[in-house]
Nanobody, 115 residues
Framework: QVQLVESGGGWAQPGGSLRLSCSVS????????MAWYRQAPGKQHELVAR???????YYVDSVKDRFTISRDNAKNTLSLQMNSLKPEDTAVYYC?????????WGQGTQVTVSS
């Protein structure tokens, strides 16, 4: 069974930065479009950013120009560099492939942005 392990979350002040990582235990990591998602308290699960197998990227408007998604297919790792953090970025962040049949979800990593 594929395991997703997210890490790198924590607390940051508004304007600060965090870098999230996701380790994927699948030999097929490189063939899938991958994505970061987040869920804030009382809100729906939402797509934050995705990166295709050819490294083309998409960002939701609220994080554009602040977040950068990247992948290392040799290490089966997905990353999310988050700069200029805002309180509204507070959420649990998850990674998964961007398909209608996601892998079992990991535990996610909590990001809290506050002063």
């Amino acid at each position: 069974q594929v395991q997703l392990v997210e890490s790198g979350g924590g607390w940051a002040q508004p304007g600060g930065s965090l870098r999230l990582s996701c380790s994927v235990s699948s030999n097929y990591f490189s063939i899938y479009s991958m994505a970061w998602y987040r869920q804030a308290p009382g809100k729906q699960h939402e797509l934050v950013a995705r990166i295709s197998r050819t490294h083309s990227t998409y960002y939701v408007d609220s994080v554009k120009d602040r977040f950068t998604i990247s992948r290392d297919n040799a290490k089966n790792t997905l990353s999310l560099q988050m700069n200029s953090l805002k309180p509204e970025d507070t959420a649990v962040y998850y990674c998964n492939k961007e398909t209608e049949d996601p892998w079992p979800w990991g535990q996610g990593t909590q990001v809290t942005v506050s002063s």
